[in-house]
């Protein structure tokens, strides 16, 4: 009951919400300013590095059987979905399983992109069970609901919203630890092997939030690049589109020790810190492999080196956007997948309208970059030259311009919808989206421009069309 009174308050919020843009308002940006803590800073002084243990190799993937022994585990659940229940990925992980005598129980009923109604069913069901130990098989959609019902099976007391991201959520912080979780990753593209965040659809509000901790990092993931070799074409390049943008979001966030408040304890510093020396390493060296290996990896199925390429990109971007953390493009996709009308993805077997993440983040990447350039251009001209544009004589200037036009060459190329009009949004929409995109402050609150509700606006604008 106290969820619903939370999400009912909320949701007027946002439908009173008037225009504040600066010819309306007094108020230019949409997050506030929190001086101070118990030291009397008012940004942060300090960063960490946190990530999943992993394990990189071809058939790594038997290991698994063996790994769960070793943790002494002796009831698994282990979560999928129903496509891949029947893939050679799910079928190597139980021949390990039977193989080395680990007792488990299979649910399949993962929803691709979950809801928040989806994390309640699998909740539902590890909770009336007695497993200790947990493993994922499946892209993000897989993993973060396994993420959020280990979470929620070992604080049986908890509302739902206790733990989801503020202002939606209750934003509160776990602080005692998880069951173990072994991640096996399918896809090339969320990264959330390493990482302690679970994302899902939000249904009320039509916009994703989601989860973030520390805890809910997986104890080790098992990167497997046979198992990229059964994405169809279409999940390879969308998976890898949020490969692209972990990297260039992450690369061009707002610096760590810019990012307000300074917590006064370590507990509530966040995971999403702003870019850092660290998350820095991981993000250039994946816009070097994307550089390399995305074109192909989508071109040519089997394509082993590429596909390879790709799943190992995914692990390096999802160690520096797990620390550094995302911010417009992210932000500005939650309400694109969950304000989705009949949009069905090519590739995709699903029973539901649907916008995949990898679609819903890349599309507004060239307006999101064309407009936070001006605040940091040597890194945006820095992402494109890696990306493979001669930049000696660009002027820092064009910086935002370049780097766009860098993007929606690959997304040309690679015959992606030519903007959100292609996948049955309209200008009408512009409002909802906008207001579906205020509560993501733990991700918008990192560009390294502020921002207004008319700049927002105006980039949902200018993302209608690409070409």
Not at 88 to 108: F, I, Q
Not at 406 to 432: M, W
Request: hydrophobic share 40%.
């Amino acid at each position: 009951m106290a969820d619903r009174t939370r999400v009912a308050r909320l949701l007027r919020q946002l439908a009173s919400a008037e225009c504040r843009c600066p010819a309306h308002s007094h108020m230019h940006s949409l997050f506030t300013y929190h001086p101070g803590h118990a030291g009397g800073r008012a940004t942060d002084y300090a960063f960490e590095m946190a990530c999943s243990n992993i394990r990189y190799g071809e058939g790594v993937t038997k290991e698994i059987g063996m790994d769960l022994k070793n943790l002494g585990a002796r009831n698994v659940c282990l979560m999928t979905d129903k496509n891949l229940a029947k893939l050679p990925p799910v079928m190597a992980v139980l021949d390990s399983l039977t193989k080395h005598g680990v007792k488990y129980e299979c649910y399949d009923s993962v929803r691709v992109e979950p809801t928040d109604s989806s994390f309640k069913v699998a909740i539902d069901f590890v909770k009336k069970k007695d497993f200790d130990t947990f493993v994922a098989v499946g892209g993000g959609s897989v993993i973060d609901t396994c993420k959020a019902a280990n979470l929620y099976a070992c604080n049986t007391e908890a509302e739902f919203l206790d733990f989801v991201n503020a202002p939606i959520g209750k934003g509160k912080p776990i602080t005692g630890p998880l069951k173990p979780l072994i991640a096996v990753p399918t896809t090339a593209g969320t990264g959330s092997e390493t990482t302690g965040v679970a994302i899902f659809d939000f249904e009320d509000l039509k916009a994703k939030t989601g989860i973030a901790s520390r805890m809910l990092r997986p104890t080790l993931g098992l990167v497997d690049p046979l198992h990229t070799l059964h994405m169809p074409t279409r999940v390879a390049a969308n998976s890898g589109f949020d490969v692209l943008c972990h990297a260039l979001e992450s690369f061009t966030a707002l610096p760590y020790n810019m990012r307000s408040p300074c917590p006064s304890n370590p507990i509530n510093r966040p995971a999403y810190q702003g870019s850092n020396p660290i998350s820095d390493v991981w993000a250039r060296h994946a816009l070097h492999m994307v550089s390399k290996y995305l074109k192909r990896a989508v071109r040519d199925p089997d394509d082993v080196e590429a596909r390879s390429g790709m799943h190992l990109t995914s692990v390096f971007a999802g160690i520096g956007f797990g620390n550094a953390g995302v911010h417009l493009c992210h932000g500005m996709s939650y309400p694109i997948a969950g304000n989705v009308k009949t949009h069905k993805a090519k590739g995709y077997d699903v029973d539901h309208p649907l916008v995949p993440h990898g679609l819903s983040v890349v599309l507004t990447s060239p307006a999101v970059f064309t407009f936070t350039a001006s605040m940091c251009p040597e890194r945006h001209l820095e992402a494109a030259e890696i990306l493979g544009v001669d930049v000696r004589n660009v002027k820092l200037g064009d910086a935002g311009f370049v780097l766009a036009d860098t993007v929606k060459n690959f997304l040309y190329d690679l015959e992606v919808e030519d903007g959100l009009s292609a996948i049955g949004y309209s200008k009408d929409d512009i409002p909802v989206l906008v207001k579906g995109t205020i509560p993501q402050e733990r991700v918008t609150k990192l560009a390294p421009r502020s921002h207004t509700e008319e700049d927002l606006s105006n980039l949902f604008a200018a993302s209608m069309k690409l070409y």
